[in-house]
């Protein structure tokens, strides 16, 4: 893995779990040890250290094993899991989106906790929400939204714990009598003691990309062809594995069927032949028909979309990283596939030497990779070979991987820059907060609340202003990143 990878995944470990685990997860992230080679490196207390790994574990960021004689464990960290904590908000945000409220505190406490039993975490959330409804509602409403995400897959067992498949989402036995017991603060075990839950990122990222489908076919057409895409995609899990390159064929009417039963797009419903035509006929290729009889069936191709996204996404960075000429540049050699450069400098129209200048400062960056081919012996002329230029979209997809690394490392450097240099003010700014809530909680209220909120001076509230609306742009920014890499790291599962 390179640098920017390695600087990425130490500042996270770092803001979410502090330094002894962050220098943990280095040594293992550089090499997979022992816990005797861990101590070693790291300077770090034993006891430190398996702290640190139990944690790790617990989150699934580290995975372990034997090594080749049964002595040891040697540790692995599981650097997919730890780029994943980046878009823990888009999984609540979804959840929040589908569902209400308790289901969206249900997801936060288990990324919270890393993995957890169903009836501590009813508990924890009970607590929670305890204010708003009684008591008996509130755990039988809790439990019953806890099902419904186990159900759905968003929550699944720890893999660890089973030993087949089907058991992953076997609904817990919880006995909500002894969860109302210890929740009144007396001792009680539980019945489902032992048994943990975590998040299924696999079941999220099926949402998160179904989204972004829809959010593309959307911006490119409208809401309505938004709509027809999801049924198609819908439909499409009723007959086909959610994660194939291309969806086994589903039939139109059912789709038409569906619109009409609903009657939330009227449009579509009175022009879905149109729309159907216009899907089928544009040049991403989103939809393939098979068949003729009864209007015919459609695949959805998601390895093309996802083909087609990334090429957008590449031109536009393409673009914004150099200047309109290299973006010229490179849509051409996209469109001929092969290219002289000869050929680059008769077609796009700049001068020779800007054309030459841009080609090998692509070249350089890996947007373009040459070949060159030696012409055979027959052939006049005194060149022996000639040059062609191409775009290997895998190896681009890899570079701007690199270049994502590379901007959210500055990004949570300028974080952490920030809080340090406003760490006091910070801090009496939460502890300020902290006293006030606590006097709204006692009844407190008027001027002796009024006094502690007066100890954060005018110009102090300017400065934490200032901060607040830095630190929320840098999280935009940080979302907005994540979202090209999902977008990567679509296209190269579906290589």
């Known amino acids: 893995m390179s640098l920017q990878h390695r600087n990425v995944i130490n500042l996270i470990l770092l803001e979410r779990f502090g330094k002894v685990i962050a220098d943990v997860g280095d040594i293992i992230f550089q090499n997979p040890s022992s816990l005797y080679?861990?101590?070693?490196?790291?300077?770090?207390?034993?006891?430190?250290?398996?702290?640190?790994?139990?944690?790790?574990?617990?989150y699934n960021l580290v995975t372990f094993k034997l090594n080749v004689d049964?002595?040891?464990?040697?540790?692995?960290?599981?650097?997919?899991?730890?780029?994943?904590?980046?878009?823990?908000?888009?999984?609540i945000n979804l959840i929040k989106t589908k569902f209400d409220e308790t289901y969206e505190v249900l997801v936060e406490e288990i990324l919270l906790k890393g993995c957890v039993t169903a009836s501590e975490l009813i508990i924890k959330v009970a607590k929670r929400l305890q204010e708003q409804k009684t008591v008996n509602i509130l755990l039988q409403e809790l439990k019953?939204?806890?099902?419904?995400?186990?159900?759905?897959?968003?929550?699944?067992?720890?893999?660890?714990?089973?030993?087949?498949?089907?058991?992953?989402y076997l609904l817990p036995n919880l006995d909500l009598k002894q969860i109302l017991t210890v929740l009144n603060g007396e001792n009680e075990t539980l019945s489902d003691a032992g048994i943990y839950w975590t998040i299924n990122s696999d079941r999220f990222h099926q949402d998160l990309r179904d989204q972004l489908i829809v959010n593309s076919v959307s911006n490119k057409f409208d809401d309505n062809m938004g709509e027809l895409i999801r049924l198609l995609l819908q439909q499409m899990y009723v007959r086909t594995?959610?994660?194939?390159?291309?969806?086994?064929?589903?039939?139109?009417?059912?789709?038409?069927?569906?619109?009409?039963?609903?009657?939330?797009?009227?449009?579509?419903?009175?022009?879905?032949?149109?729309?159907v035509n216009i899907l089928e006929q544009d040049a991403t290729g989103i939809?393939?028909?098979?068949?003729?009889?009864?209007?015919?069936?459609?695949?959805?191709?998601?390895?093309?979309?996802?083909?087609?996204l990334t090429w957008e996404a590449v031109e536009e960075i393409v673009n914004e990283k150099f200047d309109s000429k290299a973006s010229r540049i490179f849509r051409l050699v996209?469109?001929?596939?092969?290219?002289?450069?000869?050929?680059?400098?008769?077609?796009?129209?700049?001068?020779?030497?800007?054309?030459?200048r841009i080609l090998y400062m692509l070249l350089e960056e890996n947007f373009l990779v040459v070949n060159e081919?030696?012409?055979s012996a027959t052939s006049l002329g005194p060149s022996k070979s000639f040059t062609l230029f191409h775009i290997r979209l895998s190896q681009v997809v890899r570079t701007m991987l690199e270049l994502c690394y590379k901007t959210l490392y500055n990004i949570m450097t300028r974080r952490c820059h920030e809080k340090y240099l406003n760490k006091r003010l910070i801090d009496k700014k939460h502890r300020v907060d902290t006293i006030t809530h606590g006097?709204?909680?006692?009844?407190?209220?008027?001027?002796?609340?009024?006094?502690i909120e007066e100890m954060i001076t005018p110009p102090e509230n300017e400065i934490l202003e200032r901060i607040g609306k830095m630190m929320k742009k840098l999280s935009l920014t940080e979302l907005e990143i994540d979202e090209t890499l999902f977008l990567l790291e679509m296209y190269l599962k579906y290589e």
């Open 37 to 58: 080679n861990i101590v070693k490196s790291a300077d770090i207390r034993i006891s430190k250290v398996k702290e640190a790994l139990s944690v790790l574990i617990k």
């Open 70 to 91: 049964s002595s040891a464990a040697i540790y692995m960290l599981n650097l997919k899991n730890v780029l994943l904590m980046l878009r823990f908000p888009k999984f």
């Open 144 to 168: 019953d939204n806890f099902n419904s995400l186990v159900t759905a897959k968003y929550v699944t067992r720890l893999s660890t714990q089973v030993t087949k498949a089907e058991e992953l």
């Open 241 to 275: 594995d959610p994660w194939v390159s291309s969806s086994n064929p589903i039939p139109i009417l059912e789709v038409k069927d569906i619109v009409k039963k609903r009657n939330t797009h009227p449009q579509l419903a009175t022009f879905f032949e149109q729309y």
């Open 287 to 308: 939809i393939r028909k098979v068949g003729e009889a009864s209007g015919g069936s459609f695949q959805v191709e998601i390895k093309h979309i996802f083909t087609q």
């Open 334 to 356: 996209k469109l001929r596939h092969y290219i002289e450069p000869e050929q680059i400098q008769n077609l796009v129209m700049i001068p020779a030497k800007e054309v030459k």
């Open 373 to 375: 081919l030696k012409r």
């Open 439 to 451: 006097m709204r909680v006692q009844g407190i209220s008027g001027d002796s609340v009024l006094d």
